[in-house]
Structure formats: C-alpha cells, structure tokens
C-alpha cells in the first residue's frame, strides 16, 4: 500500500462487511484509494466506509 498526505492507495482485495446483518459480505478486486476527508474506500466508480472494509489482498508493490 502506498500513502502520500493521509491519502491511501493498492491494488487488491477488499472485503466489504455491511452493517445491516441482512446484506451478506463480498469482496471487491481492483485498484482502491482512500480519501482522509471522507473517510472512504473507492474502486470502479464505488465508495465503502471505512468502517466496514477489510484488506483481504495488497498486490502493490
């Protein structure tokens, strides 16, 4: 994972784990970036709270 400014970056997995118990957990592969003033995650045109991902797989090198 590579981090500049409070900013995150990889290319990976991501387990995505949602708060309502009923929506089931998946995971997400592609490139990811963390953005500090809205605390999330986004890949493909998506955005996940911090608060429910979970780094399966960091592939950055």
């Not at 592969?29 to 797989?57: A, M």
Request: glycine letters at 6%; hydrophobic letters at 30%.
């Amino acid at each position: 994972m590579i981090q500049v400014e409070g900013y995150r970056a990889f290319r990976g997995i991501m387990k995505i784990i949602p708060t309502n118990p009923s929506i089931d957990s998946f995971t997400v592969t592609g490139d990811f970036l963390y953005k500090p003033d809205t605390h999330c995650w986004y890949c493909k045109g998506k955005s996940y709270p911090e608060n429910i991902c979970r780094v399966v797989l960091d592939k950055t090198n």
